[in-house]
């Protein structure tokens, strides 16, 4: 039902702490983050809402992450991640304690569980957020995402209606900081969560084989583009992130000529990175590619027109053939 009552009513930042198997998941750490500047803006307590069984314990590791409250559900029907489950429990927390502003990670999880609550509580979401900020006169939450393929950037509101709901993508914000010994409030919450919520029954968790660390996470990428001409360029891209201990990544152009998988892609439309060291080789530096990755610490763009956009992004450039220039790299690290 649709939350009545004067705005005003309203306050908090709350963040949906995404758990699996009792161990945080980093976008949850990066929405603290985000989150706590945006409750600091509005004068306001940042909050965590943890669902799980036998989770309690990470509260005390979520308050050290910014939290000044985390609202704990837990029950055995919590354990493994239902949409009903999940959705019916937050739904009712949301009725309750009226927050402002309700923050989830654009994953799986996230995406399938957030509109299910947008929806119960009658309020709007604004999905794949790619950066927040307040306006501070009216209290708004100004939402920005890619729309129309990337091609450009839309602020939306919820103006009418709250909590103001937003699915945020992993690897965007900056994690929060740690601060050891933190202390805050842990309010322990009654799900009231009877079987017949649950219409599914997890019956296994399967963990899919994975080599190497999702591109989001990793401190080096070598990233390739449609210079690369052909689909066996990233051979010699890969051969390079493997010399650096780093991951592979692709443009958009690379993907949609069937190169490389979809899950190596930087961009707008893609993943975003903050890694150490950027390589951008063959890539031109458009804004949907260069949305992805501008917050790496260092960039370095190998790219044989001097004209490219990627040097206006880049702090080093090689102008060159990389077909020449990363062989002679490897090169150097093996001498």
């Known amino acids: 039902m649709r939350l009545t009552g004067n705005k005003d009513e309203f306050k908090n930042v709350w963040v949906f702490i995404e758990q699996r198997q009792g161990v945080l998941q980093n976008v949850s750490i990066e929405l603290l983050g985000e989150g706590r500047k945006i409750a600091d803006t509005l004068g306001v307590e940042l909050c965590g809402v943890l669902l799980g069984n036998n989770v309690l314990k990470l509260s005390k590791e979520l308050i050290e992450y910014g939290a000044d409250k985390v609202y704990v559900a837990e029950d055995i029907l919590l354990e493994k991640y239902t949409t009903d489950g999940y959705a019916t429990v937050i739904s009712n927390m949301i009725n309750e304690f009226k927050p402002e502003i309700v923050l989830v990670g654009a994953t799986n999880i996230g995406r399938d ?52 709901m937003s ?34 029954e997890v019956i296994e968790v399967i963990k899919a084989a994975k080599k190497g660390v999702a591109i989001e996470e990793a401190d080096i990428i070598v990233a390739g583009g449609r210079g690369l001409g052909k689909a066996e360029g990233f051979e010699l891209i890969k051969k390079l992130a493997d010399k650096l201990g780093g991951e592979v990544g692709a443009s958009r152009a690379c993907v949609d000529n069937g190169w490389i998988d979809q899950s190596h892609q930087v961009g707008q439309t893609g993943k975003t990175v903050r890694p150490r060291i950027y390589i951008a080789c063959g890539i031109s530096g ?15 763009a190998i790219n044989k027109n001097p004209e490219a956009l990627i040097f206006k992004t880049a702090h080093y450039g090689i102008v060159g053939d990389l077909y020449k220039v990363i062989p002679a790299i490897i090169d150097e690290i093996d001498s």
């Open 113 to 164: 569980l957030a509109p299910r609550i947008s929806a119960r509580v009658d309020t709007g979401l604004t999905a794949d957020c790619t950066q927040l900020e307040v306006d501070i006169e009216t209290r708004t939450l100004l939402q920005t995402r890619p729309a129309f393929g990337g091609n450009l950037m839309a602020t939306i509101v919820t103006t009418e209606f709250r909590p103001q």
């Open 167 to 200: 699915t945020v993508r992993p690897g965007v914000m900056k994690k929060a900081d740690r601060q050891a010994g933190r202390t805050g409030e842990v309010i322990v919450v009654e799900p009231k969560l009877m079987k017949e919520h649950v219409r599914t």
């Open 286 to 300: 458009a804004i949907q590619h260069v949305a992805g990755m501008h917050d790496s610490d260092v960039i370095i």
